[in-house]
């Protein structure tokens, strides 16, 4: 098995292609975002999907379960006013209400776990719908 970090507050092990991912996201910009996802019988936390560079905000929004929790990282790039172009990597912890209840119990217990492995997260966001993780709330925090 490669290697895995633990997560001591709740005996959760996040994977190496996890870490990898995510750097290969914040240095080389080959990942516009990556979906995480708690794997309860192995208790890993695994790569869920990996969406590429030409993808946007919209393709991760909808790669979201309706019923279920994630973990996400997305690399927002946009201009400040003074014309510089800038990039913000925002944490989202995604806990629908359609969700069970045991599931939003482990991924909110395991989510400052993960965020100390994905070292270089700006913001954090936390929805339970689309409308607490729309572009606006993004395009607000990042300023």
């Known amino acids: 098995m490669a290697m895995a970090f633990k997560m001591a507050t709740t005996g959760m092990w996040v994977t190496e292609e996890c870490k990898n991912s995510f750097m290969e996201m914040k240095w080389k910009k080959v990942h516009r975002y990556i979906v995480f996802k708690i794997d309860e019988k192995s208790r890993l ?68 776990g993960l965020r100390r492995v994905l070292d270089g997260i700006h913001y954090e966001v936390q929805a339970t719908d689309p409308t607490e993780m729309g572009m606006d709330v993004i395009k607000d925090r990042a300023k």
Request: glycine share 6%.
């Open 45 to 112: 936390v695994t790569v869920d999907k990996v969406g590429g560079p030409g993808e946007g905000y919209d393709d991760l929004a909808a790669s979201l379960p309706n019923d279920d929790c994630r973990y996400a990282v997305f690399d927002f790039d946009f201009v400040t006013v003074d014309n510089c172009r800038k990039s913000k990597i925002f944490f989202i912890a995604w806990s629908p209400t359609a969700s069970r209840i045991r599931a939003k119990m482990l991924y909110a217990t395991s989510k400052d």
